[in-house]
């Protein structure tokens, strides 16, 4: 191994390591990849990850000037092909081995950037965000998935944006009261979070369910050795959406729901099961 194989195996590493620690969820659903598959689903999600937490919990610091720097990093690291920041140095290796467009990535930064200012979204800034924050990150994972197969990719495209749309506007739910009261933000557009209540919170859900509809029907269509790792997020999402569809919107707005590490392998061999008896 020379030593530029060795760094980019660390930086593997420091992906895969900051996937563990920010997300047993997601941890587990890279795990059930196909080994081919787990390392640059780890470098993609380190990669978000960091860009997130910039804006989200480096408080006190330029948030502003250190995500313009990891952009202009990662810039420089598609140019150069390396980066001596080891996240950025491992998700970038994914961007060129499986031709991941820069306008993905871009159009994630983007929805990064506007995180830095408080707001109240309306609906073009509501879906600018989520197709920023959630359904290009979900088509970075279908490039790698799809192994350069542009046809397959194209196809399963639509779904694949629906899924990561599902995933965030269900975070969106989960974290209303962190969003707002210690954010100041409101995603969901034309909501009064003074008036929000029931009603209003079923729309929300009815929007979600449909998005949920539509991702099936691609996770049926994702190779095989991806199928099982996506369809577990996608099981794990759905409980969590029905813990949170029974609860009052006055309750989601006083506590953030969960799902118990337990349950969450019980999900795991449920999941497992289903899949390998062709039962999805």
């Not at 994972?141 to 046809?151: A, N, S």
């Not at 209303?176 to 100041?184: A, F, I, M, R, T």
């Not at 209540?197 to 009815?206: I, M, S, V, Y």
Request: glycine share 4%; net charge neutral.
């Amino acid at each position: 191994m020379n030593n530029k194989s060795l760094f980019d195996q660390v930086s593997v590493e420091c992906s895969k390591l900051t996937t563990h620690r920010y997300s047993t969820s997601f941890g587990l659903g890279i795990r059930t990849l196909s080994k081919e598959f787990r390392n640059p689903i780890y470098a993609i999600y380190g990669y978000v990850r960091f860009a997130d937490e910039i804006v989200d919990t480096f408080h006190g610091f330029d948030k502003a000037y250190l995500l313009e720097k990891f952009k202009m990093d990662t810039i420089e690291a598609i140019e150069q092909g390396i980066s001596l920041n080891p996240i950025i140095n491992s998700f970038i290796q994914v961007v060129h081995q499986y031709n991941i467009e820069w306008v993905l990535v871009e159009t994630f930064l983007k929805s990064m950037e506007m995180d830095l200012e408080d707001r109240v979204y309306d609906q073009s800034e509501y879906e600018t965000y989520i197709l920023g924050s959630a359904e290009v990150v979900g088509l970075m994972c279908l490039r790698v998935f799809t192994r350069g197969d542009e046809t397959q990719y194209q196809h399963l495209k639509p779904s694949a944006m629906r899924l990561g749309a599902a995933f965030q506007k269900i975070n969106f739910l989960r974290d209303l009261k962190d969003d707002y009261q210690d954010l100041g933000r409101v995603y969901f557009p034309n909501i009064d979070m003074t008036e929000f209540n029931d009603t209003t919170k079923k729309l929300l859900e009815k929007e979600i369910e449909s998005d949920f509809r539509e991702a099936y029907k691609g996770i049926l269509l994702l190779p095989r050795e991806a199928r099982y790792g996506v369809y577990l997020s996608y099981t794990y999402y759905v409980r969590l959406f029905e813990k949170i569809r029974i609860l009052p919107a006055s309750t989601i707005l006083k506590e953030r729901v969960r799902i118990p590490n337990p349950k969450k392998l019980t999900l795991m061999f449920g999941s497992y099961l289903k899949h390998n008896f062709n039962l999805l």
